[in-house]
């Protein structure tokens, strides 16, 4: 049929209904009363005729309905309708309306949140073009991936392999340094890598050119580009910048490109530069310094791949077995690495809030089925009056549905709240992707669980609030026997709903108990009142390692004497905050060991009274003194479990040892206990303090024990040190404590998500809990007044109450603590210090839901006393 | 074409009754007296499935309804066929040969 009267034919019937349906009436009067007639000739008597005449007819209602129902434009026509009686329904019941939106915003809110960051994080693939690509690759040491790649080995990996288009590397860290741009001092990022970074990731640059291969050839080659933000803000985004030049530490560095907007690779650098090939050190194949970054070729698999660099590995193990013996490179996807910190976390809150969301569907359904139970008699009319199951069917799922999409949009709003007050604080942002925002995709996911969670609470109520043929729901028995298998359902649905908070429970009360063991911790120094800084020189004003030696001796003298200090020192690397550079040692009368065989510790250098001020205890011999001067003895003190591992049971003072990769070796002047220099998870390490005078840095770590608070001599030491050396640089200054609470500030935040949707879920669940229990005392008020009228105590009607509300407690826990079994032992890498069966967690959990569930209980249990026994009686 | 059940059978009543009003124009009783004549009793079309097929003919533009006088002298809706609806006729025609070709074909086949 042609569109166009077709259409018209379908507003005909929305618009002009009346009058169609007038009609219609008039039609099927027509039709009775020919039939009467015709019935009439056929010898009945008129009264007989008619009644024959309507009984063929079969009921005007019927036949209009089914009118109806065939005439084009029914389908909207039903949708409008029901979008009206639903309306009607609102507007007659707002508390139940607002009550259901509410659960289900909170749950709908929280899942939409969760899946922006989830979406943000771990769906989408890194921004860089065929990122699938793209690998990072990391040495492993008997399979066990242990970090850095050295650059000889990076190179054979690079110049033998016949699975990438390109392999890079860079040094993995952000390097803050002072750059003189137009002969001003500016702090920058920098970024150290090989000439085809850009090559590999598929960018190009914004002006000027990309590093090119010749530059990584040269001797410390000294070509720069810089970022776009760099560029816009200190050469105002003009050509001129290219060719122009700038200087670190004195070295002239001319800039050949400049990066595009907003490009971001692991770090925000302001500044690239190759990498500096005139350090010796870095000129050993045991030296490890480099993350490997490549683009395999298009085709190419991740296990093919790492099957190449296998075969490169096992030739350098052969060629090279003094430093390559159990190494081989491991390659992982971009992705995957750059986001393993957060994997887990974000996928155990994603599984949190679809418990919340279905815990709230419990609430929501368990509403829904009394309210259907209260609306039978209506749907028992309706069928009467000649609507189809299936018609009310729809008109209760069109209710749903529109309630949830109500709940939807609220839930947008709290999805809102969520991001704002807790999933900003997550480290995404550090992982190296653009922090998640509540973009399209997040609307459409809120939209389509909306549509889910409508199925999810209508289905079953609208099934069970239609189940009853009309006569039969008329008839009050039917209604009773109704009533029972919507109650079952209820407490079926309480169960799981136990069930669901009970997980959400132990797995809080694991994580909390997680928190507890990090806090407390045994660091092995003493993070009270610390002040830490970092502290550069020009290594320009100070040449000689005697010079810059002079500098920091004098800077901590003044220190030192400053009122509020207790003792003042430097190193290359603090606890926690500067981790790794791990060195071989071993004793130096000893030919230097393989690689199996050998020996690591971290490789620290100090100024005098270090151990001291950070509270690690010199346990035998000397700290680093004064005397300890660049040109005199090379000196090293090292920790228990070094000593433990290259001189078992032997004074170790007095002897030497050989550190890193020269000759000279060093004698151990003192022993000191262990610390977590690494991270706070990591067990302590192994490590060997040596004095700054003899490394001659010009970058130094500061630490200050202060009798106050530390943050507090900020002022007066940045004016100390400025009164040295106005050129010197101050910067990255915390007190010890809040470095520490960083570091642990992710894990809080998950906690207290997790926290949140527990308590959310756990108040969900009493309220169903007590709804069941209400509904069930409410049923049996007159058997309670007989049974009180004959003299029963009210604190037994309590008690068999409350142990049988207790009973479906107790299901539900026992369904949940059998899941949590499987499910801890997922969580088991959030963990630190407990197992994932850890009893005080599960016992905990248990109790704090049981006493609630108790509460929930008590409420409608008592008010069943209450019940005037006289009044009851009357009643009947 | 294929239809599904419920479709072939009222596929068949839209075609039958176009059929009934080709000669003259008739209302809703007369429609259903005629069709139980023709086919001797037979079909017996109740008002729930003619009703239902007469509107949605008119709908779709193949019958058009007028009010007039009966043959009682009463009020009743008389349908008559369009143009478009007896080329609607035609085609329904062939669509009935086509089944019952079909039929035949599945009822005579030997395995």
């Known amino acids: 049929m042609p569109i166009l009267p077709r259409i018209a034919s379908t507003f005909r019937s929305i618009f002009r209904k009346e009058m169609i349906e007038k009609e219609l009436d008039q039609e099927l009067e027509s039709y009775v009363d020919h039939l009467t007639d015709r019935k009439i000739k056929e010898g009945l008597s008129p009264a007989e005729a008619l009644r024959q005449a309507r009984m063929e007819l079969g009921g005007t209602e019927q036949v209009k309905q089914k009118v109806r129902e065939r005439s084009l434009g029914s389908g909207l026509d039903t949708l409008l309708l029901d979008i009206r009686f639903t309306l009607r329904n609102i507007r007659n019941h707002p508390g139940f309306t607002f009550t259901v939106v509410l659960i289900l915003a909170i749950g709908i809110g929280a899942n939409t949140a969760l899946f922006s960051s989830v979406n943000a994080v771990l769906l989408r693939s890194v921004p860089f073009g065929d990122s699938e690509q793209l690998i990072v690759g990391r040495k492993t040491n008997e399979g066990r991936i242990t970090g850095a790649v050295s650059r000889l080995d990076y190179y054979d990996y690079r110049d033998h392999n016949k699975t990438f288009d390109h392999l890079a590397a860079l040094l993995n860290g952000s390097y803050p340094r002072v750059v003189m741009i137009n002969d001003t001092p500016q702090l920058l990022n920098a970024g150290m890598v090989t000439w085809n970074l850009l090559s590999v990731l598929g960018v190009a640059p914004a002006a000027g050119r990309d590093f090119l291969p010749q530059d990584d050839l040269a001797e410390g080659s000294t070509v720069a580009m810089i970022s776009y933000r760099t560029w816009q803000t200190q050469f105002g985004a003009s050509r001129d910048a290219i060719g122009s030049t700038v200087s670190f530490d004195g070295t002239p560095f001319t800039i050949v490109g400049v990066m595009p907007h907003d490009f971001r690779f692991l770090y925000d650098h302001d500044v690239w530069t190759l990498i500096d090939r005139s350090g010796q050190i870095d000129m050993q194949r045991d030296a490890h310094s480099l993350l490997v970054v490549g683009r395999m070729r298009s085709g190419v698999t991740l296990e093919q791949a790492q099957g190449d660099a296998d075969t490169i590995s096992a030739g350098l193990q052969q060629e090279y077995p003094d430093t390559n013996a159990d190494k081989a490179l491991n390659l992982t996807g971009m992705h995957d690495y750059m986001v393993r910190n957060v994997r887990s976390s974000l996928t155990m809150l994603m599984a949190t809030t679809v418990l919340v969301l279905l815990i709230a569907c419990g609430n929501v359904a368990g509403l829904l089925l009394a309210r259907g139970q209260r609306r039978l008699p209506e749907m028992a009319m309706r069928a009467a009056l000649g609507a189809p199951r299936n018609r009310l069917i729809r008109q209760l799922l069109t209710e749903s549905l529109f309630i949830t999409m109500l709940a939807g949009l609220a839930g947008i709003a709290v999805a809102h709240a969520f991001r704002v007050l807790l999933l900003n604080l997550l480290p995404i942002g550090a992982v190296g992707i653009a922090p998640p925002t509540l973009d399209a995709s997040s609307l459409i996911f809120a939209f389509g669980i909306s549509i889910v969670t409508a199925l999810l609470v209508g289905i079953v109520p609208a099934l069970r609030a239609t189940t009853v043929g009309p006569a039969r729901q008329i008839v009050s028995g039917a209604r009773v026997s109704e009533g029972v298998q919507s109650a079952r359902l209820r407490s079926g649905l309480v169960v799981m709903q136990v069930a669901g908070s009970i997980l959400l429970l132990i797995g809080s009360a694991l994580l909390i108990r997680s928190l507890g063991q990090l806090s407390h911790v045994n660091l092995g120094f003493d993070s009270e009142n610390l002040l830490t800084a970092r502290i550069q020189i020009q290594q320009t004003d100070y040449e000689t390692p005697e010079e810059r030696h002079q500098f920091f001796s004098s800077l901590m003298e003044r220190i030192s004497a400053m009122p509020g200090v207790v003792s003042a020192t430097t190193i290359t690397k603090l606890p926690i905050l500067n981790p790794w550079q791990d060195w071989p040692v071993w004793p130096a009368d000893q030919p230097r060991p393989s690689n199996t065989e050998r020996q690591f510790a971290m490789a620290r250098w100090t100024t005098p009274n270090y151990f001291d001020t950070i509270g690690i205890q010199l346990l035998r011999g000397r700290d680093i003194s004064v005397d300890d001067l660049p040109q005199s003895q090379r000196v090293v003190v090292l920790s228990e479990s070094t000593v433990e591992a290259l001189f078992p049971d032997q004074d170790p003072i007095g002897k030497y040892v050989g550190i890193g990769w020269d000759e000279e070796p060093w004698r151990v002047i003192g022993v000191v206990s262990e610390a977590r220099l690494n991270r706070i998870t990591d067990v302590p390490n192994g490590a060997m303090y040596m004095p700054s005078a003899q490394l001659g840095a010009s970058i130094l770590r500061l630490a200050v024990k202060t009798t106050g608070k530390p943050m507090a001599l900020v002022g007066p030491i940045r004016e100390t040190i400025r009164q040295l050396d106005a050129n010197a640089i101050l910067s990255e200054e915390a007190s010890m404590t809040s470095i520490l609470d960083a570091e642990l500030a992710s894990f809080r935040i998950v906690i207290l998500s997790i926290g949140l949707f527990s308590a959310i879920a756990l108040m969900l669940t009493a309220i169903g809990l007590y709804g069941v229990l209400a509904y069930h005392i409410a049923q049996r008020f007159r058997e309670i007044g007989i049974r009180m009228a004959l003299g029963a105590e009210p604190a037994s009607l309590v008690r068999r109450y409350v142990f049988r509300g207790l009973a479906l407690v107790g299901s539900g826990l026992l369904l949940g603590v059998l899941s949590a079994f499987p499910c801890s032992k997922l969580m088991a890498d959030l963990l630190f210090g407990i197992e994932p069966f850890d009893p005080a967690s599960f016992i905990s959990a248990f109790a704090f839901l049981t006493i609630v569930g108790i509460v929930a209980c008590l409420i409608p249990a008592l008010r069943a006393t209450r019940v005037n026994p006289a009044q009851i009686l009357r009643e009947q | ?111």
């Open chain 2, 1 to 111: 074409m294929t239809k599904s059940r419920s479709d072939l059978l009222r596929g068949t009543l839209d075609m039958l009754i176009l059929k009934a009003l080709v000669l003259e124009r008739m209302h809703g009783l007369g429609i259903s007296r005629r069709l139980e004549q023709i086919t001797d009793g037979v079909f017996q079309v109740q008002p729930g499935s003619l009703f239902p097929a007469l509107h949605r003919l008119e709908q779709e533009g193949w019958i058009i309804g007028t009010w007039g006088e009966s043959e009682n002298k009463r009020r009743a809706k008389f349908y008559e066929l369009t143009a478009a609806g007896k080329r609607q006729l035609g085609e329904e025609k062939q669509n009935w040969s086509n089944v019952v070709v079909a039929i035949s074909k599945v009822l005579d086949a030997t395995s």
